[in-house]
């Protein structure tokens, strides 16, 4: 009854602190499972692929493009509706829709069942990232907002770690008794309690409540008009690129860096292998997006072009470790190079999903959302994944599985480049756009 007295206390243009602590935790467990959703098929490749009997170019397109087309072309017309309609609803049912077809997984005989999952998924998870985004955005000033981002950032490990966890507990007494169906199943019927959770308990704050107070001034846009005034901003373009061709890296490493592992050492422990690395997950690619997020913060209320350099800087960190990672000799060598390389790759996080939504206008934030992770998949989810794994197919003509791996992800590797000059060019332009997005809130506020 307490609990129920604290809910109706809240109002839809004011946050309590409590409240609002409670529901960026919901949202990081939410994105946490949408991890969790992505990062298993990975985690679990070596046994799915023997199971469909899978190359590594069809393993490729399963854990990227046939999952990343359709989740990047339906989170536009969602995101368009977010915009407009019950951000909670849309999240709510999108969550529930990715869980289910999570489960369905569990079921395919084939690649092409299993590739029809993968895109039933997709489509469920487009409706998970712009109204979070949008829903936080209205909870937080712009001060502030580089933070909570990089905190509901931190679903990425969790949901990581929460993947290698129930894959630890769930995989039976020994590594040659791994029932990939059973753990999709678990994870999928547990995503669609929680669905249930998010729609009992989760309330839809009102649009622009940091900037300005009255909802029903706030002009909302056609979507042709809302497209073409995120294009107008380099700043915004810069960094859609930058995390782009950054996590295009990271997904090819996730997508065959458990596969590369048991290559390099068939005799290790396949439990303790799932269990050591979703604790390095959740604990140094959290710290690094954390850190990162804050870092951002306060760095950038001195210089604004932090939220350029800082991204910039660690990705340029990120590109040796990540070689030196591929070509270590021992498991336990790897480890301690995935363990630096997590923790710099989450620094990006907070900072670019900052720009996303400060950089965009109100009524549009939910949009800006889409059409970065548009760009972010159609570039990093569906073509790592899969360009990795055609590497791999091209170079085991000539070599090992181990050395293929180890070509294939060290080309790869190279896309950090162009993602550290992307955010260079953001330090070099966001002072002016972000100046001219507060003006322009500015100028909305007033006119509402």
């Known amino acids: 009854m307490s609990c129920l007295r604290w809910m109706i206390m809240v109002d839809n243009k004011t946050t309590s602190k409590n409240y609002r602590t409670f529901a960026i935790i919901l949202l990081t467990i939410v994105y946490g499972f949408n991890f969790i959703d992505r990062q298993i098929v990975g985690i679990l490749a070596p046994f799915i692929q023997k199971d469909l009997g899978l190359t590594n170019t069809e393993l490729g397109l399963l854990i990227g493009l046939a999952f990343a087309i359709f989740y990047t072309l339906v989170a536009i017309p969602i995101a368009w509706l977010a915009d407009r309609y019950s951000r909670v609803n849309i999240l709510s049912i999108a969550l529930a829709t990715w869980s289910g077809f999570t489960a369905l997984t569990g079921f395919a005989t084939n690649f092409i069942q299993i590739g029809i999952a993968r895109m039933g998924v997709g489509i469920g998870e487009a409706g998970g990232s712009p109204p979070s985004h949008s829903i936080i955005s209205d909870m937080y000033p712009k001060e502030e907002r580089a933070s909570a981002l990089g905190i509901y950032s931190m679903g990425i490990p969790l949901g990581i770690m929460a993947a290698y966890f129930a894959t630890a507990m769930l995989m039976g007494a020994s590594g040659e008794e791994v029932n990939w169906r059973r753990i999709f199943i678990f994870l999928g019927l547990t995503g669609v309690a929680l669905a249930a959770i998010v729609k009992l308990t989760l309330r839809e704050p009102s649009r622009g409540a940091m900037e300005f107070n009255d909802q029903a001034q706030i002009k909302k846009p056609p979507f042709m008009e809302s497209l073409k005034a995120l294009l107008k901003i380099p700043a915004w373009w810069a960094m859609c690129f930058g995390i782009a061709f950054g996590s295009f890296v990271s997904y090819a490493k996730s997508a065959f860096h458990t596969k590369y592992l048991v290559a390099l050492d068939p005799s290790y422990d396949f439990q303790t292998l799932v269990i050591i690395l979703g604790i390095i997950n959740g604990t140094t690619y959290a710290g690094g997006a954390f850190f990162g997020a804050r870092l951002a913060d306060k760095w950038g209320k001195k210089d604004i072009r932090a939220y350029g350099w800082l991204p910039a800087i660690s990705i340029a960190l990120c590109l040796p470790i990540a070689i030196g990672a591929w070509w270590s000799t021992s498991i336990e060598m790897n480890l301690i190079f995935t363990t630096l390389f ?100 500015l100028q909305l506020a007033k006119s509402s």
Do not use: C, H
């Not at 206008?361 to 055609?390: K, V, Y």
């Open 342 to 441: 997590l923790l710099f790759i989450g620094v990006y996080l907070g900072p670019s999903f900052a720009i996303a939504q400060t950089l965009a206008p109100i009524s549009m934030r939910a949009m800006s959302t889409a059409l970065f992770f548009f760009i972010l998949n159609m570039i990093a989810l569906g073509g790592g994944p899969t360009f990795a794994g055609w590497l791999i197919d091209v170079f085991k003509e000539n070599y090992g599985e181990v050395e293929s791996i180890r070509y294939a992800m060290t080309v790869t590797s190279l896309l950090f480049i162009p993602s550290i000059i992307s955010f260079m060019v953001v330090a070099r332009v966001l002072p002016k756009d972000w100046a001219e997005a507060e003006k322009k809130n």
